[in-house]
């Protein structure tokens, strides 16, 4: 359990303020300059996903308990976890058996963290702020969520007989549970756990209190399981806060489910209201009866129709079995550029160029083009090169579009964009195919390019992997900027 401690940073540039439909909501209390940070905070609980077991000191999966409180987990490498927690848990008196029980439900860890807020003097302060977060209590009523809490988490707690020993026995009821981990999942974020790829929770008192926006003023960047929010633009006092709780690369249709199921509202967002998500066409279908219209979801009726002629129609069914077709020829082709380009051809005449499983196409192809391009021992040709700037071009295009203002994915995009046009010059200067002032020419370009990069991935976090990637970005610019210098040296002693 950490203490929760709130930056200067939101306290002297944020307000709170509440309303009926967001419930409580930040907003600027000053002007603040992109890239400034408005919030650092520790996470009140980190919660394992569900069916998880994490150590409680150092969040790497493990088998093992501790072996005084017996019913949270603790690795091998670890010796105590949270003192007070171990101390309240050790003198519940359940039976070899009920503790086996426990052991057996991981799914009780984090429930059992939120409750052990409760029971200590010296975090009832932290629990009162949980309760004060939005649980969606009502909405979620009924769902399949809540009857699978009250199958995994509360019925094991309820039959080891811990509710009835925890709080000096005052009364604590499965609707209390369901409250805890609605707040959960409203309100955490999803944080890298210690190992590559896994996934963890972090509740953060401040950090859950922006509001969404597909079109987010502030970004979350995580160190650690420490979470710092910075401006990605100018924002003005008084202006809203608005972070993004999905992910920006997907359609209009698949974020607003997403915020609905797992987040209990809709969406009202300037993207979520254009049908053409800002000329973007994340979602569009390309019309097969008018040669250049776009078919497009009307966010009021839900209709699928022709941008050019609203007779020309799509059934929702159909664009729903076309877009789970392809995602799962995509699951099937990932490691087979091959495939990966015959699916792409096949795709652009049913689907927009932009649309969302396209860019997800495109990317997957030039991560394979970026491995081809490593491995030198290929000796891959221009077209390579040729193809991949090709596609880092189309997919900036869109992020400079949805993602406006200072941007990770744009950084990364951007980064790779500049890389492979300067391998590309060098390569041709090598070949004898360009001039010494043509590799220059586009050496200067490229520096603008990685320097832009560089600039949008200076916020994150250093020992984030956003962080390391700037490292590596610095090193390959000062490599740039020594070949520029080269170049220009040559270029002097020849006009000498
Ligand atoms: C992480 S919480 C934000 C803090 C919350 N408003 C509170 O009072 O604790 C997420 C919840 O805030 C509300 N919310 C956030 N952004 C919203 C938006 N753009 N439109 C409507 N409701 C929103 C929804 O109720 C959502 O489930």
Known sequence: MATAGVSIEFTSKCAVKHNEQLGRYVVASCNIKEGETVLLEQPLLVLPNLGERRCCSCHHLTTRYCGKC??????????SHEQLDCQRLAKLQLTPQQLEQLQASPEVIGALKFLLLREHAETQQQFAEVMQMEAHLELRRSTDIWRS????????????????????????????????????DINAFEIRAPEQGGAMRGLYVRGALFAHSCLPNVVTAIDGVSIKVYANRNIAADEMLYNCYTNVLLGTEERRHILKTGKCFDCQCARCADPTELGTHLSSFVCNKCPKGF????????????????????KPEFVASILERAKEEIFHSREDIYRLELLLAKLSRILHANHYVMLDLKQNIASILRQ???????????????????????????LKIITPGISRLKAIALYELANTQAELARKLYAEQEQQADDLLLELQQTEVMMREA???LLFEPISSPEGQLARSMLRDLKELQNDMKLL???DEELSN
């Not at 017996?70 to 010796?79: G, M, V």
């Not at 078919?295 to 799509?314: F, I, K, M, Y």
């Not at 391009?373 to 997919?395: A, D, F, G, T």
């Open 295 to 314: 078919v497009v979801r009307q966010p009021d009726s839900g209709a699928w129709q022709c941008l050019l002629n609203a007779e020309h129609t799509l």
């Open 372 to 398: 081809i391009l490593q491995n030198m021992s290929h000796r891959p040709s221009c077209k390579v090169y040729e193809r991949k700037i090709r596609l880092c071009q189309e997919i900036l295009l869109v």
């Open 454 to 456: 560089l600039r949008m």
């Open 70 to 79: 017996q019913l949270l987990p603790l690795c091998e490498e670890c010796t």
């Open 149 to 184: 809490y009250q199958e995994l988490v509360i019925a094991p707690l309820e039959a080891s007989g811990v509710l009835t020993q925890l709080r000096n026995r005052t009364e604590l009821t499965a609707e209390l549970l369901q409250r805890l981990l609605g707040t959960a």
């Open 488 to 490: 220009q040296q040559t």
